[in-house]
Nanobody
């Protein structure tokens, strides 16, 4: 069982930045696929970004189209932490952001069902 704890959410004006952190209880985060999803009111849960595991490299990185060029996902294996740097935030980015993980290869990186572990979520609110 892996526990994930998100932090870094808050209230920010449009155009501002936030950095979300996801601390994992496992020391082998390097072997896990890690992702961020978000859930806004009256919307379905949405994939935001993911950083995969690969035996041969650092792993592929994926972004949802609307965040490309604004958000950056990264991991620090020594700290067992994954980050989501969010720049140029927009009101439509307002949501609860969840960290998700699973060990090994993920068949559908954008699909929530492929992830076994989830954090409790952190609220991000972007005012206009």
């Amino acid at each position: 069982q892996v526990q994930l704890v998100e932090s870094g959410g808050g209230l920010v004006q449009a155009g501002g930045s936030l950095r979300l952190s996801c601390a994992a209880s496992t020391r082998t985060i390097s072997t896990y696929a890690m992702a961020w999803f978000r859930h806004a009111p009256v919307k379905e849960r949405e994939f935001v970004a993911g950083i995969m595991w690969s035996r041969w490299s650092t792993g592929n990185i994926y972004y949802e189209d609307s965040v490309k060029g604004r958000f950056t996902i990264s991991r620090d294996n020594a700290k067992n932490t994954v980050y989501l740097q969010m720049n140029s935030l927009k009101p439509e980015d307002t949501a609860v952001y969840y960290c998700a993980s699973t060990r090994g290869v993920v068949n559908t990186p954008r699909g929530p069902s492929d992830y076994d572990y989830w954090g409790q979520g952190t609220q991000v609110t972007v005012s206009s």
